[in-house]
Structure formats: structure tokens, C-alpha cells
């Protein structure tokens, strides 16, 4: 497609549900990136997928969040056991690997009740 | 590695001031430098961008930005302030050459006073 997908555009859900984002990069981007952006917060780091692989996953928050991509294309972000405190935008990012701008999707907005 | 430091969580501007945003990098090689805007509601696009060459760029929006070397700095600035430019703006940075990841900067959020 042209722009980076995201999906869903907004899920509710109950505290101890599972839960997947996913994400649809811009074709023939090899970076991949999540980002998590809490209420009135910055931007904050998740995970960086270069191809299939992710060199850096630093800023997965818990153990119940991991991340996949397949076929340098698709990733999908998977929080278990869902709490309160994850609520929060999930923003999906792609570029180039020539260091070209990131493009980002419109987000999944994340709301655990 | 990279690192970007944004000064100021909040900037506060009337309408028709100049507009200041600050950003520090730090980064081993040439970095390259990016600045993106988040309107209420929506995701992220891209203001403007430095690579190589003028190390002033202009942007989207009467927007620039000048890449400063010596001082590693990349401050977003606009001549005049209008209301449709409240909104985020996130610094960014990325080493350039090879498989890198891109730094964000944790956000600046303008407001503009009528």
C-alpha cells in the first residue's frame, strides 16, 4: 500500500486479555519500529526489526509483550495478559534502510478496561 | 549510539511570535535529522529533514531548521506563529551509513495564545 497500516484503528478490551496490534509497513521497507505513546506522553521506544530479525528490543516494558515480523513485511506486536496501564496509542513506523525518514501509521489506540 | 534531548516538554507562543523549538543531539558519526509534527489526534509526519549539504532546510508549513555542527544542535523555528501550528513536534536522529534505528526525542508541545 502506500502509507504504513495499522489494525486495528481502536481496541477495547478486559485486563487479562491477550491482545495483537498489527502493522503493515510501506512495501520494500526493511526497518520496522512499535512505538508506545501514553496520554499527554511522548514517544516511547518498543522495538526495532531490521528485516525478520529485531536487534533491539530494549524497550519492550515486560515480559508479556513480544513482538514478530514475517517475510520483512508484516509485524504483529502481542501484549498478554493485558493491565490498565497499557493502554495507550501503539504507533508503527517503516523506512528505508538508507537512512531515509521514518513514516508512520495512524496508530492503534489501546484501551484495557 | 544516538541520543536526542529536546528542551522543553511545553512551549507556549502568541500567535504571530517567533516559535523556538530545541534539539541536542549526540551521535558518534554525521547523523542525519528529522523533525516531525503530530496534530491532535493524528500520527505522525514528517516537517522536514537534513542529510547532506545546506545545513538550513526549510519545511512544511514556513517551518526550518539549521544543523548546527559545532553546537549539535538541529532548533526547529518558525517567524511567525499561527494557531494551526499547535500541535507535538518530535526531534529525531539516525546515524548515517548502514542498518541504523532512529532515535526519538520524547516531544515538544506547542501551544499558541491568541
Known amino acids: 500500500g502506500a502509507g504504513v497500516s495499522q489494525s486495528p484503528s481502536n481496541k477495547v478490551t478486559e485486563k487479562g486479555k491477550d491482545v495483537e496490534l498489527r502493522c503493515d509497513p510501506i512495501s520494500g521497507h526493511t526497518a520496522l519500529y512499535w512505538y508506545r505513546q501514553r496520554l499527554g506522553q511522548g514517544l516511547e521506544f518498543l522495538i526495532y526489526?531490521?528485516?525478520?530479525?529485531?536487534?533491539?528490543k530494549s524497550g519492550l516494558p515486560s515480559d508479556r509483550f513480544s513482538a514478530e515480523r514475517t517475510g520483512e513485511s508484516v509485524s504483529t506486536l502481542t501484549i498478554q495478559r493485558t493491565q490498565q496501564e497499557d493502554s495507550a496509542v501503539y504507533l508503527c513506523?517503516?523506512?528505508?534502510?538508507?537512512?531515509?525518514?521514518?513514516?508512520f501509521g495512524q496508530g492503534t489506540r489501546l484501551t484495557v478496561v | 549510539a544516538q541520543s536526542v534531548t529536546q528542551l522543553g516538554s511545553h512551549v507556549s507562543v502568541s500567535e504571530g511570535a517567533l516559535v523556538l523549538l530545541r534539539c541536542n543531539y549526540s551521535?558518534?558519526?554525521?547523523?542525519?535529522l528529522f523533525w516531525y509534527v503530530q496534530y491532535p489526534n493524528q500520527g505522525l509526519q514528517l516537517l522536514l529533514k537534513?542529510?547532506?549539504?545546506?545545513?538550513l532546510v526549510k519545511g512544511i508549513n514556513g517551518f526550518e531548521a539549521e544543523f548546527k555542527k559545532s553546537e549539535t544542535s538541529f532548533h526547529l523555528t518558525k517567524p511567525s506563529a499561527h494557531m494551526s501550528d499547535a500541535a507535538e513536534y518530535f526531534c529525531?536522529?539516525?546515524?548515517?551509513?548502514?542498518?541504523?534505528?532512529?532515535?526519538f526525542g520524547t516531544g515538544t508541545k506547542l501551544q499558541v495564545i491568541p
Open positions: 551521535s558518534s558519526v554525521p547523523p542525519y
Open positions: 513506523a517503516s523506512n528505508l534502510d538508507r537512512n531515509t525518514e521514518a513514516f
Open positions: 537534513y542529510t547532506t549539504g545546506a545545513t
Open positions: 529525531a536522529v539516525i546515524r548515517s551509513g548502514g542498518y541504523q534505528k532512529v532515535t
Open positions: 526489526f531490521q528485516g525478520n530479525s529485531a536487534p533491539d
